[in-house]
């Protein structure tokens, strides 16, 4: 085998068997392992960080299911692309001799325009292919709503210490070249640190080492040489990167927990290891609705005009931009009260299903409507003094349910003051 071929590649794994991390989806009861066992392959987007295992993933999918693959970076194809391969698998799909469905794998599908996403819909409805979509980027933001209610989505994690110990010592062992050579193992801790959780990082790790070391001498890993060896080769890998999802967690819990100093100098380590400024942004904006929320809405007024300004400015007076709204954010009280609430109602949901709507509040624009008692006794609140009167809203059963509780903070106290004052007037009556 060449030794041109980088060593990720010559180690791709081809079977389950072989994949490394993510049991919770190829594990003995995972979803994707019993999908391929049923030779039902359903749509789905992979969303996790770099070298996790999605595009090998998908590959072992067609291949296990015999399956016709397409790929297609959503960096470089358009819509033309897209429907090209779409009418393939149109005329693939009507032959006798097809067994599974084609399957289309999009990379970095989160890059695909509203127009290239729309273009997939009648594709993945009618059955036409299967789409595998990988993505780094949240898909709640990034891909359209209507793609997304046609696709399950799965989240990779990063590999944890295990896997990549187990991936030292299939590369050492498995792979043609690096089997011939002789390693010298002292200590691991920054080999590991420094992938990051990412198998292609610590794949090309090792390649450095072995392309460094001289002929017929053993290879040395230990923490001084693989510093050195990636303080000398910058462009070759991103040590800048290695804590990417380390410093963004340090980042919002710096954030959340009132530090302004912590939280600059983690926007600052951003910043310097050139992360993309509008993901910095765009948990500026989660942080300002899940941490500080209704004590101070404010916030995400800020945070979304900080988004929209990045994307105006860019770097390096983004850098501005973004320090201001974290410092503000940092100083904001905090609840997580609209958090907190929605998850009640979603859990509450999960628990009672679809209940009916009350009659009151269903509106009735036919006469079959009001027959049936839709909109009787509805009251409306502006009739009323203080605009307010009691009534119900939450389907029967549950009108006693309480989903928001508001924060010890001034201005949701002042919320719940205001609307315990005009429960309690109606009930003086």
């Known amino acids: 085998m060449s030794s041109n071929i980088p060593l990720a590649e010559r180690l791709r794994p081809t079977t389950l068997d072989n994949y490394i991390g993510q049991a919770h989806l190829v594990g003995p009861n995972g979803i994707i392992r019993k999908m391929i066992e049923a030779s039902r392959i359903n749509s789905f987007i992979l969303w996790g960080p770099p070298g996790v ?85 949240n898909p709640s933001f990034e891909v359209i709503r209507p793609l997304l209610s046609r696709c399950q989505v799965y989240t990779l994690k990063p590999l944890d210490k295990e896997d990549l110990e187990i991936l030292l010592k299939r590369a050492i062992s498995e792979d043609p070249i690096l089997k011939e050579r002789e390693f010298d193992i002292k200590e691991t801790e920054s080999l590991y640190r ?37 303080q000398e080769n910058p462009a070759a890998y991103d040590k800048n990167g290695e804590l990417h999802y380390d410093i963004i967690s340090a980042f919002i819990k710096s954030v959340r927990g009132s530090d302004p100093d912590a939280a600059v100098y983690w926007l600052a380590r951003m910043v310097a290891g050139g992360e993309d400024p509008e993901f910095i942004a765009r948990r500026l904006v989660i942080l300002a609705s899940e941490d500080i929320g209704l004590a101070n809405p404010n916030a995400l007024l800020l945070a979304n005009a900080t988004f929209d300004a990045i994307r105006k400015i860019g770097w390096p007076e983004g850098r501005i931009i973004l320090s201001e709204c974290t410092i503000y954010l940092a100083n904001s009280p905090k609840s997580n009260s609209a958090y907190m609430a929605i998850d009640n109602a979603l859990q509450e949901v999960g628990r009672s299903g679809n ?26 609140s502006h009739d009323f003094e203080g605009h307010y009167v009691a009534q119900q809203y939450l389907p029967d ?28 007037k109606k009930n003086d009556r």
């Open 53 to 137: 295992g999605k595009t090998t993933l998908a590959m072992i999918i067609a291949k296990a299911t015999d399956a016709s693959f397409y790929t297609l970076s959503a960096v470089s194809a358009g819509v033309k692309e897209v429907r090209e391969v779409i009418d393939k698998c149109k005329n693939e799909v009507k032959s006798i001799f097809c067994k599974s469905r084609p399957i289309l794998f999009i990379d970095e599908i989160h890059r695909f325009s509203k127009s290239q996403q729309d273009s997939l819909l009648g594709a993945v409805e009618q059955g036409i292919i299967t789409l595998i979509g990988a993505t780094t980027e």
């Open 355 to 380: 209940l009916p709507v009350p009659l009151h509040l269903r509106n009735a624009p036919t006469k079959l409507m009001k027959d049936l008692g839709y909109h009787e006794g509805y009251k409306y």
């Open 194 to 230: 420094f992938s990051g959780g990412d198998a292609r990082k610590l794949l090309n790790i090792i390649d450095m080492l072995e392309q460094s070391a001289d002929k017929g001498a053993p290879i040395l890993v230990d923490d001084k040489n693989v510093t050195e060896i990636l």
């Open 397 to 424: 059963g549950l009108q006693d349910k309480k989903f928001w509780f508001a924060a010890m903070n001034p201005h949701e106290m002042k919320m719940q003051e205001h609307l315990n004052s005009l429960k309690n």
